[in-house]
């Protein structure tokens, strides 16, 4: 069942952004509400922001309102240089379970909850196998703050599944991400000029590409595909390989024996390690991607070209820092901007055509024959059928008539040519 | 560093929901296997960080060296490893750095008509010890973690060698020379018949008197962490790299006869996993005793 109510939370972190950018322009899907407590960072056109505390206390009156069929959850942090640990567990392990309070409940209408997670899950051990199959599950308790968040947080999202046999739930494991536009402490460390290394120790690792997150989420929300899923892309490399890749050169500073004190030193020198990718530094870490492949999912990008496309953007950066403004939420101009009767909005575009034949082209009637001329170049088939069928019970003006078939007919050649 | 868990090779893993009969996902996990990356050419190492061109290069000096030099290497019954699928080694173990899983990977590499890589299966130790997690890794050496060797044998179909003696097969000293330890818990029969694969025993005999080793040294063990620090010819005195100082015995490697696992859900069934593992065991002993019985001289064979 696809979705058609989706209500993301996290709307102002970067994945949920991106997300609800990317199911805005999917037309089979009727409502967005992003929750959040900070205000988007992005400009969206159809998605409306409701904002609610931390933990989220009052989501279930949202999902409740506005009939919510799906809940898409990308709001967990990974990361554990982005906030302090205190509000990491609250978003993570507090917020987590009133989200899934707020789905809850016999009546509910949510039919299904995508839960954005980290490889982070599995940990990095000594022992660990080369590739973590989804069914593995931790080979031991887990040893950072964030690891403890994330395996509690995934524990209460196991427990509402099993409660909740109606509603499809989704876990996807994301590998390390890369990308130009996300900010992630690996990233950081990519940054610097040379790539830091234990002494003696070259791990493996997977990443995977921003965008192919960004599809994976959507994939699994235009299906039903209850259980958990790694998304990782094809390949692991070795650290070494990685800074190859970057042009870069490795530099093992970081001392085999007594690697914490020496993280700590880095961050005065304004290196953040957190503890996580310490073990990772150490062991690296790689996992099976088999099973969201079989599902039909593609990767646009293997590990190997998400590192080649995040080092070009790296070499092409400084000359691209651009002085456009950054986007600011105001509320008011996004209330109008939905809300006001002056505002023209583009007629729906999905199946839900108006049944009284109106016009797919607003204010038509105004327009001359050679106005609309110029426009039909513009129109998709469906609203060229549609036009077609409104001229010919209104003005059934023959040049236009005219007009409207030859492109109908254009599109149908170039989609053969496609098809050749 | 602390010290590394028992290694084991048999896992029981949770199975994932497939999604009902509408699921696009196939029913078992196996069936998964057309979906594995595909190789990029440009790319120097494998996904599991094996370096063709660091193993070349210590293929083309050291390995050579000791293969047709020092230890002029001997080999028979080549033939039995098959060409083609994935195939699980099983062989004795000595030694504190063991030359006989490099020779094995190279009398592969020289003998058989169609050579292949050996996957020379590890203790995690070396995975948490500085240099060596670097280098293993690049010469074909991979953790000796269930998984890993089912992802080998079976959705990779390689070859795979494992020493089901393990740390007890590398600590004998040298008075025990040619006695087998415990198989283990015969993990590596589970492996190969869960995967469909044969199992060959491989025998080397040589490889005792290369590295003989006197006492354990648990004391100088404690100071540096590692995994045995045997009393050997040349270590610890003439430090780490005395590691390498093998006396040149004469070695003599006999691939055995596969033995084939055809039927399915066999690995559930650990009678026949414990009594193959006997079996395998005593195959290997039986061909060392007479290997050590026909040879007249420890250096010239």
Redesign the interface.
Known sequence: MPSKRILITGLSTYWGGRLAKALESDPDVEVIIGVDNEEPSVELARTEYVKVGTQHALLRRVVDAAEIDTVIDTRLVVDSATTTPRKAHENNVIGTMNILAACGGERSTVRKLIFKSSTHYYGCE??????F?????RPHPPRTPIERDIVEAEASVAEYAERSPRVAVTVLRFANVLGPDVRSSHIDLFRWPAVPM?????P?YQFVHEDDVVHALEHISQR?????FNVAA?????LS?VAGLLGKPYAPVLP?WGTGLAAGLARRLGLAIPPEMLAQL??GR?V????L????FTYGH?S?EAVIAFAEHLRLHPLLRSDVEPYRYEREVEEFLRRSPNVRRPAPRNGAQPASPSSPVERYEDLSAVEILSLVDSLEEQDLRALRDYESDHGARVAVLAAIDSALGRGKASERGLGA | MAESARTRLSVRESEQPDGGPASPLPARREDLRRHMPGVEPDRRLTDWGRSERIEGALDRTLVEFYYRYWFRAEVEGIENVPATGGVLLVSNHSGALPPDATMIAKAIREEHPQPRPVNITVEHFFKGYPGFSMLLPKIGCVAAHPANVHRLLYDEQQLVLVFPEGRKGTEKLYKDRYRLRRFGRGGFVEAAMRARTPIVPVCVVGAEEAMPVFAQLTLLKRLTGLLYTPLTPTFPHLGLAGMLGYLPAKFKLRFLEPIRFDAEGMHEDKGAVQSTAHEVRARIQENLFEMVSKRESVWFG
């Not at chain 1, 039903?224 to 958990?228: A, Q």
Request: charged share 35%.
């Open positions: 000594q022992d660990d196998p080369a590739y199959i989804e069914g593995m599950g234990i002494l003696g120790f070259d493996r039903d595909l209850p259980g958990v094809d390949g692991v490399l070795a390989e085999p150490r062991f790689g099976d991607n088999r099973r492949k079989a599902t039909g293997t190997r």
